[in-house]
């Protein structure tokens, strides 16, 4: 079974300041981690993908995600906070392969930015 | 290209009646999703379609829900005798077909989202 805890229901930073929003998953697998934003009334966008292939990941937006196995998390940073970064970010991760792929989300991360 | 589309966007009915939601998948793509997410809440999983298998129905909440896909393409999902705990957004999602053979471990491809469509049952 897969599961995904974001750690911060609600996350504040002022404009230009870092941002770090916190996952950890549990997989049986090796998984496929995920973070999705989705800013108010519109639909969720991919920031960024881990799928076994380098453990630093770059994502859209100046964003990036380490994979960190021996500490089973997937955090999100970015160096410096612009107020169009206010969103819901979700962590995602799946372990299914070709056939029996599903997500599993995160209760997601409410970024405020203060200017 | 166009994006996967929902209708409609917000949907009020009254306790009880019936309700239908549609997707429209990106074109081409084998794979769809469905997906609620109550106020607060991340996503729930509730439905998987891939090519012509059959769905994973593992995440429906009860037998008042089901849905299904049409020629591979255009899926609707059903919510009978609605509760005003079924009140919620519902997202779909499409992905393309992954490389690989069944069974192989392959890079997961991205899921493209919908919009939603905001249910609120009174």
């Known amino acids: 079974a897969q599961s995904v805890t974001q750690l911060d229901s609600h996350v504040s930073v002022s404009e230009g300041t870092p941002v770090l929003l916190r996952c950890n998953y549990s997989s049986s697998y090796s998984p496929s981690l995920f973070w999705y934003v989705q800013h108010p009334n519109k639909g969720l966008q991919l920031l960024l993908k881990?799928?076994?292939?380098?453990?630093l990941v770059k994502g859209i937006n100046g964003f990036e995600a380490e994979f960190k196995k021996s500490e089973t998390s997937f955090h999100l940073t970015k160096p410096s906070a612009h107020m169009s970064d206010a969103a819901e970010y979700f962590c995602v991760v799946s372990d299914g392969w070709f056939g029996n792929e599903k997500l599993t989300f995160g209760t997601g991360t409410r970024l405020t930015i203060i200017p | 290209g166009a994006g996967v589309s929902q209708s409609p966007s917000n949907k009020v009915t009254e306790k009880g009646k019936d309700v239908e939601l549609r997707c429209d998948p990106i074109?081409?793509?084998?794979?769809l999703y469905w997906y609620r997410q109550s106020l607060g809440q991340g996503l729930e999983f509730l439905i998987y379609f891939q090519g012509n298998s059959a769905p994973d129905k593992s995440g429906l909440p009860s037998d008042r829900f089901s849905a299904e896909r049409t020629g591979g393409s255009v899926s609707t999902l059903t919510i009978q005798r609605t509760q005003q705990e079924d009140s919620a957004v519902y997202l779909c999602?499409?992905?393309?077909?992954?490389?690989?053979?069944?069974?192989?471990?392959?890079?997961?491809?991205?899921?493209?989202f919908g919009p939603g469509t905001r249910l609120t049952v009174l």
């Open positions: 999602a499409s992905r393309p077909k992954p490389g690989g053979a069944s069974g192989s471990r392959v890079p997961y491809n991205e899921q493209f």
């Open positions: 881990y799928t076994s292939a380098a453990t």
């Open positions: 074109s081409g793509h084998t794979a």
